[in-house]
Structures are given as structure tokens and as C-alpha cells.
């Protein structure tokens, strides 16, 4: 069901040591309930590293890094990742090659809907079901703020959204979204002429 979605904060939280550690954000939304961002879940597994959203009204969201390199992460990133929200896997593409932040953009398709994630600057993000025949869309806002214990997420939405959409639009908070960014773009460029150049000297 389509809701209109008041304002609402989640607050940083974190617990555990360097062995069983957990992390992330939890809050109320007056519409869909306690909402708890586990980012990142206690390891399973030392080359897994997973986010998940859960809580309220929202389907449970998860976003999973898989691969040697998860093992140096503090949250998953967008590379060798699995998407899920509910019971349904989420389709996501990206440019790694887009010079701007409109080009770097992630297009993902889930229950039918196209999406968009693209980065405002490090700290916020938004996602956009993109307006069909039966619905003009949704546009959902994440701003970090503060810091230490004083660190909050606020969360803005225009148009009507449903758990699904809310749950897509968390879950990046507990994500490595720096590819996303301008300065990820220049790092990006500058690791694969790196990359390239170490190749063709080999």
C-alpha cells in the first residue's frame, strides 16, 4: 500500500568487540514502525560482509559483498554484490566508466519498478522510483549528520511510497556508496589507468 511518509530520523548505534562486531542506525517512522539498519551483521563468514534493514511494516532488505576482498571491509561495497529485498533479488547496473554523478548512477529493477540511486555528495543520497502509467513516483532522501554518538540519518520522502521502496531506499545507508561520489569517480579513473598501465608493462 502506497503511504504518505513523514520525516523522520534514525540514530547511530554500535555494539560488540573487533570479533562479534555490529553496527548501524535504529528510529521510529511514525508510518511503518521501528526500523533497525544492522550495518554490517556480525561475520559469518570472513569473506561475506552483509547489511540488513528490518523492522515495522518494511519488508527485510540485505545487501551482501562477497569475495577476498570483503575481508578488509568495514560495510559492503558496490563490487561482487547481491541485493535483496523481501523474498525478491534486485536487479542493479551501474556505469563504472560515468564521469558525473547523474552518469554514475545505480538503475535497479525490483517487483516490476525501475529505481535510481545517485549520490547529492559523500554523506547523502537519493533513490527515485522512476513515475509510470499507474503511479507518478517516489522520491526518497538520506542525509547523514553529527558525529560520534550524535550521528542521525534523515530520511525525506515525496510522493506515496510502500515498505518495498523505504527498504530499497535504507539499505544503501549500511552500503559503501563512494564509487557513487565525484572523488570516488576520480579515484576509480585514476585506480584503472593504474591498472592498465601495471598491465601493458607486464
Keep these: 500500500m502506497h503511504t504518505q511518509v513523514s520525516p523522520f530520523e534514525l540514530h547511530a548505534w554500535k555494539e560488540g568487540n573487533r570479533h562479534n562486531y555490529s553496527a548501524g542506525w535504529k ?3 511514525p508510518e511503518f514502525g521501528e526500523i533497525t539498519l544492522t550495518g554490517p551483521l556480525p561475520r559469518t563468514h ?7 534493514v528490518r523492522g515495522g511494516l518494511l519488508p ?14 568495514k560495510l559492503p561495497t558496490l563490487n561482487r554484490s547481491t541485493l535483496r529485498v523481501g523474498d525478491r533479488m534486485v536487479y542493479v547496473q551501474r556505469n563504472r566508466f560515468g564521469a558525473t554523478l547523474e552518469q554514475r548512477a545505480l538503475t535497479m529493477r525490483y517487483a516490476g519498478d525501475h529505481y535510481r540511486l545517485a549520490a547529492l555528495d559523500k554523506n547523502a543520497y537519493v533513490l527515485t522510483r522512476e513515475p509510470d502509467d499507474e503511479d507518478p513516483g517516489v522520491r526518497i532522501t538520506v542525509r547523514e549528520s553529527g558525529r560520534g554518538k550524535n550521528r542521525r540519518l534523515s530520511v525525506q520522502v515525496t510522493g506515496r511510497a510502500e515498505g518495498g521502496d523505504l527498504a530499497l531506499g535504507l539499505i544503501f545507508a549500511g552500503v559503501d556508496r563512494s564509487a557513487l561520489t565525484r572523488i570516488g569517480a576520480v579515484k576509480a579513473g585514476i ?3 593504474t591498472h592498465f598501465w601495471a598491465e601493458s608493462q607486464s
Design 27 to 29: 528510529g521510529v517512522s
Design 46 to 52: 570472513p569473506e561475506t560482509i552483509v547489511s540488513e
Design 60 to 73: 527485510v532488505a540485505s545487501f551482501e559483498a562477497r569475495g577476498m576482498h570483503a575481508e578488509a571491509l
Design 191 to 193: 585506480s584503472r589507468v
